[in-house]
């Protein structure tokens, strides 16, 4: 079994498999947890985004729905993760606020939170008195909120890790700097070229992130997974403020405080990877407009300093839903990647995924999510 891609998803799989006695080989072309899962925002979300929902449309969001149960699944998963892997994963669920600042926003999240609670989310619309009493920290102009109890945090840093070295304590192979260059199929399995050499797989789960698509190209496949430039802030720590995940109604934000104090604050704001470039750069119009919003939302906030901005690469797909499971047309090629969200969902995707391989029913049902769906 060849894993590719040692981000989440890729780990997860990899422990999922050996945990149940398979033998994996998983290849990482940089280092483990190098890219977008080492880079995100940690924030776990469960909620269809608000920005998509208000940009591309209720029949958009009706589409996505079916996600949210996939997403909850994880959540509950992640809960069990720390005793499962025996790592501190900063894992907390307080709760995510989506806070609106006129009549007009509390309508558009009132509408969302029907679509949610109609596929198995529990939204509560909170007044403004209800707002100022659970979260004193936010300004006083805003008018309501709804609050979303699944919702909540974790550290980047620690889940893939913890994933790898759970996988590598039960045999799985983790080859680092080592990246795939090409896929043979051959009799009833494949040969990966790498430029370790290559490697005879019967089955292999591509977990390549935002690269994902590239490497199904390898296999015939055109799946429309792409690579896009984001960025994230990360103040100076803090006395604790912001027990919540943050979302704002009138504009892309997430916020929430680490446990060490610093603010994270994102929403998905571009950050700039021009053709040519070797590495995504921050771009200064995302880091002022997606503060002047954290600032109207948290006011405290004018008085901490912005430590850093870094920005990485998500996958993406155009509709937001994930490509998981067996290609239909491909018998041993798998697709593991869950779009824009996949810290919250690597865990239950790489299961799943495992679950399918091991000839088990997944925890959730994939079958929508198959790369047939996907194609182009
Ligand atoms: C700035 C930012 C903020 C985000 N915030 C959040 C958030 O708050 N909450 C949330 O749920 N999600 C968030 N995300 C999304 C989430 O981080 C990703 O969806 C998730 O990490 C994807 O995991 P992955 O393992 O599929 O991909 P990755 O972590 O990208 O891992 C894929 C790996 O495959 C390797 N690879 C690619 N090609 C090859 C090859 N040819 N050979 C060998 N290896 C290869 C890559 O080097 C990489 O390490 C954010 C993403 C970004 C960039």
């Known amino acids: 079994m060849l894993v590719i891609g040692g981000g989440l998803a890729g780990c997860a799989t990899a422990y999922f498999l050996a945990k149940n006695g398979i033998e994996v080989v998983l290849i990482e072309r940089h280092d483990l947890n ?174 390549a992130g935002a690269e994902a698509g590239r490497i199904a190209a390898m296999v015939g496949l055109d799946l429309p997974i792409e690579g896009h430039p984001i960025q994230v802030n990360v103040t100076e720590p803090a006395a604790p403020l912001v027990p919540h995940l943050v979302y704002f109604a009138g504009g892309k934000l997430t916020l929430k405080q680490t446990r060490r104090g610093a603010f994270l604050i994102g929403g998905g704001w571009p950050a700039i ?29 004018a008085d901490v300093h912005l430590l850093r901005t870094w920005p990485a690469i998500v996958n993406g797909t155009a509709d937001w839903r994930p490509v998981l499971g067996e290609v239909p047309g491909v018998p041993g090629f798998y697709m593991c990647c869950f779009p824009w969200m996949g810290f919250t969902a690597g865990p239950i995707c790489g299961l799943a995924v495992a679950e399918l391989i091991l000839g088990r029913k997944p925890s959730v049902d994939i079958t929508q999510f198959s790369a047939l769906g996907n194609a182009t």
């Open 34 to 207: 190098a890219l977008a899962s080492g880079s995100n925002a940690g924030s776990i979300h469960a909620q269809i985004p608000h920005a998509e929902f208000l940009e591309l449309g209720e029949e958009w969001a009706r589409g996505f729905a079916p996600v949210i149960p996939l997403m909850l699944e994880s959540i509950r998963l992640w809960g069990t993760l720390e005793s499962e892997l025996g790592a501190d994963l900063e894992f907390s669920l307080k709760g995510g606020l989506l806070v609106a600042r006129t009549e007009a926003q509390m309508r558009a999240i009132e509408r969302k939170g029907a679509i949610e609670r109609a596929h198995g989310l529990a939204v509560e619309i909170l007044s403004r008195a209800d707002l100022r009493r659970i979260a004193p920290y936010l300004a006083e102009d805003l008018v309501g909120a709804s609050f979303c109890a699944s919702e909540g945090k974790a550290n980047p840093l620690a889940v893939t890790p913890a994933f790898a070295r759970a996988a590598a304590a039960r045999g799985a192979a983790v080859l680092r700097r080592t990246a795939l260059a090409g896929i043979r199929v051959e009799g009833q399995g494949f040969v990966a070229e790498t430029d370790a050499g290559p490697i005879r797989a019967h089955r292999i789960i591509n977990c």
């Open 273 to 301: 990877f021009a053709p040519g470039d070797a590495r995504p750069r921050v771009d200064p119009r995302s880091i002022e407009a997606n503060l002047r919003i954290a600032v109207s939302v948290v006011p405290a906030l």
